[in-house]
């Protein structure tokens, strides 16, 4: 069965830190790109980040670069968005999706190839 289930999410204050989860079950991470999405209120949702274990490609957009970090728990195939220096501008629901058509990360998400979603976990930044 073909499953991403999320949870982590949490009220943070500005300038912490709060990792995400993606539990990913029926799924090959080593040939299936895992990204991470997210959708802030009133706005439409946003590749930010990516991982294609395939041949070690990644992405981050500008907006969570060098704050933002993917990681695997190879034995629980897990997922992981570990995100530091929150800023109120990263509150969105965040969502993980696999997309599986084996390309590697590039540089424009491409949100319609994402055919696997998770939930989503809220993620709010606020003092």
């Known amino acids: 069965q073909f499953r991403l289930v999320q949870s982590g999410g949490a009220l943070v204050r500005p300038g912490g830190s709060l990792r995400v989860s993606c539990e990913v079950s029926?799924?090959?991470?080593?040939?299936?790109?895992i990204h991470w999405v997210r959708q802030a209120p009133g706005k439409e949702r946003e590749g930010i980040s990516c991982?294609?274990?395939?041949?070690?490609?990644?992405y981050y957009d500008v907006l969570v670069k060098d704050r933002f970090t993917m990681s695997r728990d190879n034995r629980e195939n897990i997922v992981y968005l570990q995100m530091n220096d929150l800023k109120f501008d990263d509150t969105a629901v965040y969502y993980c999706?696999?997309?599986?058509?084996?390309?590697?990360?590039?540089?424009?998400?491409?949100?319609?190839?994402?055919?696997?979603w998770g939930d989503g976990t809220e993620v709010t930044v606020s003092s």
């Open positions: 029926g799924f090959d991470l080593n040939t299936n790109s």
């Open positions: 991982f294609f274990w395939r041949d070690g490609s990644t």
């Open positions: 999706a696999l997309d599986p058509r084996k390309l590697t990360c590039g540089e424009f998400p491409d949100l319609a190839g994402m055919n696997y």
